[in-house]
């Protein structure tokens, strides 16, 4: 059970290993498109239809049709990697359970973006976690864990792309171990500094000069390429009715240079972009104008001489 392109990873190598996969659940085809009349099929559905494997896609997973037709398969384990939440009649089904393949490693980072949230922390490391699935989001027993670091440059796709297949490799131990029988689960340890990982909306992404370098470094590559960090910039900040326009930032560096004015102040110096945070400068090296492609910032300073006499502003 999945829909992104994390999910396809973890599919692949149960088909590609031999393992008895009989049928895939899936999102249903999503409307795209300017007028949402293009329906655009998951990751997961794609990469089955190639593999010929039958293809569910409940719209409710409650819909007394489907659980009768999931449970026509009897599967003797269900996997769940980047799903939604299950009801009970469908993860207490199979012999043997069903299992989430999550990317973080619990009890941290609860929740539908571990990825992103773990970045914008600036945490050192994350990981992959294995567990059965119960009545409440992502706190059932856990059967494996395995780490995986996050270098202070990686952003995103890297961390993705790194956990993707990572987390393949420990979804086939983990059905490894339930197949022989010598499975181990423990109770998630208690915590009392819990961090969670909730779903990120377009209002998650605006940057707040008013905090340090470091954490608008992190949190610029914590949303790094998609969705996107996002600040307002406005000709003239005192006048709140003043024209703005929106700039996306997908990547950034820390200077170690002590602020030289205003927050969310903007300078350059030879062709280089800064912007004052409320302790260092913080350097740009690629953005993207509302309306334009994404560029470097000497290619950006090459067409818009005057970005001096705005400020980034929340």
Not at 84 to 94: F, N
């Amino acid at each position: 059970m999945g829909t992104p392109d994390f999910a396809v990873e973890p599919l692949k190598c149960l088909v590609e290993g031999g393992y008895n996969v009989v049928a895939v659940v899936t999102q249903p085809d999503k409307p795209v498109g300017r007028h949402g009349s293009i329906l655009q099929a998951s990751a997961v559905k794609e990469y089955a239809k190639q593999q010929n494997l039958p293809i569910l896609q409940p719209v409710k997973m409650k819909d007394p049709e489907f659980v009768e037709e999931i449970k026509s398969y009897n599967a003797n384990l269900q996997v769940v990697v980047a799903f939604r939440m299950l009801p009970e009649v469908i993860w207490s089904m199979p012999k043997y359970g069903t299992f989430n393949v999550h990317a973080a490693l619990l009890p941290q980072y609860r929740g539908a973006a571990p990825i992103n949230w773990a970045i914008i922390n600036g945490e050192t490391k994350t990981g992959i976690t294995t567990f059965f699935l119960d009545h409440d989001i992502d706190t059932g027993k856990i059967i494996m864990q395995r780490e995986f670091p996050i270098p202070d440059d990686a952003d995103v796709e890297y961390v993705y792309d790194g956990l993707m297949h990572l987390g393949a490799q420990v979804c086939l131990d983990t059905v490894d171990m339930i197949i022989s029988g010598n499975i181990t689960s423990i109770s998630q340890p208690k915590c009392d500094d819990l961090k969670a990982a909730p779903k990120i909306f377009k209002e998650t992404c605006e940057i707040d000069w008013n905090n340090s370098a470091k954490k608008i470094y992190d949190f610029i590559r914590g949303l790094s390429p998609v969705p996107g960090a996002w600040t307002k910039l406005y000709k003239n900040a005192e006048e709140e009715k003043s024209t703005s326009t929106i700039l996306k930032i997908y990547k950034a560096t820390k200077t170690n240079r002590k602020a030289e004015g205003k927050t969310g102040s903007i300078f350059t110096e030879k062709n280089k972009m800064y912007i004052n945070t409320n302790d260092e400068l913080l350097e740009i090296i690629e953005l993207q104008l509302s309306g334009k492609k994404r560029m470097t910032t000497e290619c950006f300073l090459n067409g818009f001489h005057d970005i001096e006499c705005y400020n980034a502003v929340k």
